[in-house]
């Protein structure tokens, strides 16, 4: 199966960066999205690689590395706004759907 | 311009009961996409239409089904309500059949509780 991982839970302080990782195995994508979801709402769309590098939308980047298997999310200047679960997902052409991670939840602390 | 709208917000079962849960897609977009988020398990999916066709279905028993209207909108039916499916699911849409660049936008959820 197609398996994505990221870490459960992440801390970070007002004002600083912080780098959200994800990784999966190298056969299955060939497009890899980011959504942030506060609790209760719905996830809404980041950002999303289809190339390797890193791909830049104000505070939040995101990077990819096809051979690696590889992802971040990248968020500078963090508000108190950012706490919330922001999921990894990977696509694919064809009849195949998105296949999500189990999301990483951010708490931005004072 | 509305974005994906689900309804109901919340809904309250019995084991064995059916339910209902409707999504409306944005204007335009003919693919709609259902998931299930259980605590802990991340979005599952379930079902994926597209043109009016069930196009594909993730790993869930027979009695979760839906359907896709002329106007995109669509349905999703669970029968033989266990408890287990007490969870929020969670309606998206996207432009045609799906791709790898093809970006899927989500409705709120519905919050389906089982007793």
């Not at chain 1, 060939?30 to 979801?37: H, I, S």
């Not at chain 1, 009849?95 to 990483?104: A, E, H, Q, S």
């Not at chain 2, 909108?73 to 309500?81: F, W």
Request: glycine content about 10%; overall charge neutral.
């Amino acid at each position: 199966g197609q398996n994505i991982d990221q870490p459960t839970e992440m801390t970070a302080t007002e004002g600083a960066i912080v780098q959200i990782n994800c990784t999966y195995q190298t056969s299955g994508f060939n497009g890899l999205f980011w959504y942030q979801q506060h609790a209760g709402e719905a996830p809404t769309f980041l950002s999303y690689n289809v190339l390797d590098g890193l791909e830049e939308k104000g505070r939040f980047s995101s990077f990819l590395s096809r051979s690696k298997g590889y992802s971040y999310l990248l968020l500078k200047e963090l508000q108190m706004k950012d706490s919330a679960s922001y999921l990894c997902a990977g696509g694919t052409s064809g009849n195949t759907p998105l296949v999500f991670g189990k999301g990483t939840r951010l708490s931005v602390i004072a | 311009e509305a974005g994906v709208t689900q309804s109901p917000t919340h809904l309250i079962k019995t084991r064995g009961q059916q339910a209902t849960l409707r999504c409306s897609p944005i204007s335009g977009h003919t693919s709609v996409y259902w998931y299930q988020q259980a605590l802990g398990l991340g979005l599952q999916f379930l079902l994926w239409y597209d043109e009016g066709e069930e196009r594909n279905r993730g790993n869930f028993p027979p009695r979760f089904s839906g359907r896709q209207f002329p106007n995109y909108s669509s349905e999703l039916n669970v029968n033989a309500l266990e408890l287990e499916d007490s969870a929020l699911y969670l309606c998206a849409s996207s432009l045609r059949a799906f791709t790898a660049k093809n970006i899927q936008y989500f409705g709120a959820g519905t919050r389906l509780s089982v007793l």
